[in-house]
Structures are given as C-alpha cells and as structure tokens.
C-alpha cells in the first residue's frame, strides 16, 4: 500500500528566498509524481507532473525531480514571493491511475 | 474551455439526510474520479469511473455511500444518512485517459450538523 509522507507539516521564509519541499513515497511502482498547489478553501492546481521515465520537470520559478529508487521526490521555488504561499501537495499515481496524497506542506512567504 | 464544474459548493445536512454531490467533467473528459479531503487529513481516493463504469471503488466506504457516472449528464456522489463524522471536502477530477493529468474541480464543502 502506498504511503506518502511530506515532511515538516508547515514552512516559513522570508521573500526571496529559495527553497525545496520534500515528498517521500514508500513504492516505487508509481506512473508519476504530481506536485499540486491548494490554497485556502479552494481545489487543486497541478503545478508538476513527472513522468516514472523521468527525473524532473520544470516551470518557470518551479522545478520538481523524481527519484524513484530511493522513493523521494522535490519541489525546488526559487525566489519565493509571498503569492506562493499555499499548502503545497504531493501525490503518487498507481493502478487505476489512484492518487496517494501526502498531507501538504503549508507554505508562509513573509514579505 | 470550462475546467471541473462542481455543486453546490457548500451543502449544510442534518444527520440522517442525503446529500448528493454533482461533478461535470472538462469537456470530452471520460475518466471521473472523487477524493475526500477530512480536517486535518490528506486527500483519499474514493471512487473511479468511466462512463457509465465504475473502474475502482476501493476507498468509498461500504454502506451509504454510491457514485455514479452516466452517459448523459453529470458525475453524482451520493451519501445516505449522512452523519457527522461525513463532513468534509469532496474533490472531484477529470482527464481524458487514465494515465494524464487530473484535473480537479473547486469542491463541495459538506457540514452536517
């Protein structure tokens, strides 16, 4: 059974900041890895998907890497800006194209 | 181009009422898939569906609640008698196959008091 584990629960920075939230997932037969952002009372925006074939993704201040063998995935944001705050989500595909969620990472940019 | 439709977005119940949740998929969308989201919890896998199918029905629970996606018209998460401990928020998303990306909708906010 697939677990997802994002850990800490809650991060704050200062603007400008760069920083990477960690995603650990305990099998390694996943189809992909999405990064998703939700914020308050609000749905999901997929912000990344990497493909099990692949090691990253990238877009714009974002860049996500997979690394299946040792079941971790990252989302690296460069110069963080406080309009990223959010609670950051990640989620492994398995059969039946099933997501497995992590809780999220709450992210506090301070301006 | 409409991203996931959900309603309501917010829906207060007695216990012992139904609810019904209503999700319209991205046009031309065939694959519907529903998650919960408890207080203080992750999101969990409830139900996947294809048209007029249901693929994988491993994370609803096993009485009261019942999904459906027919051929015409919206997908429907339906809960019976609900109780207290059903509060939560219902995701519903859609992709084209079930290998691409899941697009979600806003939600449905479910309180029963």
Known sequence: KQEVTQIPAALSVPEGENLVLNCSFTDSAIYNLQWFRQDPGKGLTSLLLIQSSQREQTSGRLNASLDKSSG??????AASQPGDSATYLCAGTGANSKLTFGKGITLSVRP | NAGVMQNPRHLVRRR????????SPVKGHSHVYWYRQLPEEGLKFMVYLQKENIIDESGMPKERFSAE?????????????????????????SSPSGAETQYFGPGTRLLVL
Do not use: H, N, W
């Open chain 2, 69 to 93: 996606f027919p051929k015409e018209g919206p997908s429907i998460l339906r809960i019976q008698q609900v109780v207290r401990g059903d509060s939560a928020a219902y995701f519903c998303a």
């Open chain 2, 16 to 23: 012992g009422q139904e609810a019904r949740l209503r999700c």
């Open chain 1, 72 to 77: 971790r995935s990252t989302l690296y944001i």
